[in-house]
């Protein structure tokens, strides 16, 4: 269901297709916006969410929507927020800010805040100050009623503590957001499952040497799962290590229908459907 395109394959053939985390004014990607837009309608994708992950790329997730949404029929939203790489650099401006796009979401689609959580893999602000930037974005979230997008690396379990004192404080909506790019084991996707999150996997599902992420999807229900491409970054099989874009997204739907013993068609409908449940997507 692929043809070769300059070394690259693009899977052919599905339709209703989300991919439901493309980073599209990444730079990589940024210049070519009608073709990754193109390629993407033409592998079946015809919804994307776009991740912030900081002040200036939820300004650019926001234009972007506001200069590409509609473009033949490609229906396009955004989330606002402050990755954990970025926590150090979250004041009471940041927060006003926030406040500021949010207050106007249906304008500019903005259907999650996002990033936000740990990452203690690159440790790239101080973990007390990561802790308490998750924190404050977890009850904007719960405050204004919007989904957030959980990014968890090698912080498991202080993710999931933080999640169930939340819950415990009665500040976690019933349905809180997505583990995007799910690397955690089956053991804690079951925990964040039963805490009403979506799970989302991406490329590395694909990879021939991860066993961890198969296993872990395993435990996930159909119903709890969504597909993203985290582009510009971990393109799936058979592109690994090239620029990631949408129209790659159906080698992750794929692997998913292998894993679960369905039609890739299936997956791709029922994933969608997923996807517009949790960002409420009428
Ligand atoms: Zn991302």
Request: aromatic letters at 8%.
């Amino acid at each position: 269901m692929s043809h070769k395109h300059r070394d690259t394959e693009y899977p052919k053939g599905l339709t209703e297709v989300f991919d439901t985390h493309a980073h599209l004014y990444d730079a990589r990607i940024f210049d070519d916006a009608e073709g990754v837009l193109e390629r993407a309608l033409e592998c079946g994708v015809d919804t994307i969410l776009i991740p912030a992950d900081n002040e200036a790329t939820s300004r650019l997730a926001v234009e972007y929507v506001q200069k590409w949404d509609g473009y033949k029929g490609i229906d396009i939203h955004c989330s606002v927020g402050v990755h954990p790489h970025e926590a150090s650099s979250y004041t009471e401006d940041t927060e006003a800010f926030l406040r500021d796009m949010l207050s106007k979401r249906d304008r500019y689609k903005i259907k999650a805040i996002g990033e936000i959580g740990l990452d203690y893999y690159y440790d790239l602000s101080p973990r007390e100050v990561q802790r308490e930037v998750f924190k404050k974005q977890l009850k904007l979230a719960y405050e204004l009623d919007i989904p957030f997008i959980l990014h968890e690396r090698d912080a498991a379990q202080d993710c999931l503590d933080i999640l169930l004192e939340a819950k415990k404080e009665g500040i976690l909506l019933e349905t809180p957001g997505v583990c995007h790019c799910c690397t955690c084991s089956a053991e804690i996707a079951k925990q964040l499952i039963k805490l009403g999150f979506y799970i989302g996997f991406d490329g590395p599902l694909t990879f021939k040497n991860n066993k961890k992420t198969p296993r872990t999807l395993e435990v996930c229900p159909l119903e709890r799962i969504v597909v993203e491409t985290d582009s510009p970054y971990l393109a799936p099989e058979p592109n690994r290590g090239k620029n990631n874009e949408p129209a790659f997204v159906p080698f992750v739907v794929e692997k998913v229908a292998q894993l679960k013993g369905m039609t890739s068609q299936e997956v791709a409908r029922i994933t969608k459907d997923n996807g517009k449940q949790l960002f409420r997507i009428i």
